[in-house]
């Protein structure tokens, strides 16, 4: 095994006692059961929202006798919506993520912040599903709960990235195509968190991420590698997916003019954005993973 290019699973099981040292911005869940979360949409809860004027069509169960009775004119509550706490965990293992400089590569850098929000979701009583993308295919892990969810999650994860370090196709399948995928599995009003450096998004990319986005609480952790954060000066040798290749003049203080970019686009489709460096392990990462809303 090659470490930061090969998975270790042993490594991510351990990964469980660092995701409880993660912070939660929500309140705990009041049961196992679905409706567990209180959701920042409105809807069928328990959690009240807003007291205003009742409106032809309002349940009268909702009606609010003591704002009623103060003012003479009948008042309704309206509630926060409560939901069953279902992650869906998108790892891209697309050949484009099998590249790295420092540490590890970038499909083993979203493999781990995968993992770790997956131990963070299960610890949290919600349940987890995976679908990981390669050139050949994708693989999926059914959702469920506990940790015996989470060990069948890991070991599919490694599989899937084993198969990817096999493949033989060194063309990316285009992204739209893995989230239309992915987003048929989860119910509506569920997470979904992908992993991906965003390479070859697809034609269709914008509009499916933007239904997702509708549906579902959108969440893109993209891995970056050191040298695209800040690349060291110097004349670069390269090749292309296609056989092509040159080379590349890389100035002092240079940026990949990418990077901001790709996350500007991303907010603007309703997505909440976190850039992962793929550099830093886990545990350095943490304080950019507990930015995450869910």
């Known amino acids: 095994m090659v470490s930061g290019v090969d998975l270790d699973v042993d490594a991510l099981l351990r990964l469980r006692h660092l995701a409880a040292r993660m912070r939660d911005s929500r309140r705990p869940p009041r049961s196992m059961m679905p409706g567990d979360i209180v959701h920042r949409r409105r809807g ?17 169960r909702h009606l609010d006798h003591n704002a009623t009775a103060r003012t003479g004119i009948p008042h309704t509550r309206t509630y926060f919506d409560e939901r069953e706490r279902t992650v869906l965990l998108v790892a891209d293992f697309r050949p484009s993520m099998l590249f790295g400089t420092r540490r590890a590569f970038r499909s083993v850098a979203a493999a781990e912040t995968l993992a770790l929000l997956g131990w963070r979701a299960v610890a949290r009583g919600g349940r987890v599903g995976l679908a990981a993308a390669h050139a050949g295919g994708m693989h999926y892990a059914r959702r469920g709960r506990g940790e015996r969810t989470m060990v069948a999650l890991t070991g599919t994860l490694a599989e899937a990235h084993r198969d990817a370090l096999a493949g033989t196709s060194s063309e990316d399948p285009p992204l739209d195509g893995v989230l239309e995928t992915a987003g048929m599995l989860p119910g509506t009003g569920s997470t979904i968190i992908v992993a991906t450096a965003l390479d070859t998004p697809g034609e269709h990319f914008e509009a499916v991420a933007l239904a997702l986005s509708q549906r579902h609480d959108l969440i893109f952790c993209l891995i970056e590698d050191e040298f695209e954060r800040a690349p060291v000066p110097g004349i670069y040798p390269f090749t292309t997916a296609r ?31 976190l850039r992962v460096p793929a550099l830093n392990t886990p545990e350095a990462n943490l304080p950019v993973l507990d930015l995450i809303d869910g």
């Open 44 to 60: 069928r809860g328990l959690e009240v929202h807003d007291i205003r004027l009742w409106s032809e069509g309002d349940d009268i």
């Open 243 to 273: 056989g092509g290749g040159g080379w590349l003049r890389v100035d002092a203080g240079a940026k990949h003019p990418a990077l901001e970019a790709r996350s500007a686009a991303l907010r603007r489709l309703g997505a909440q954005v």
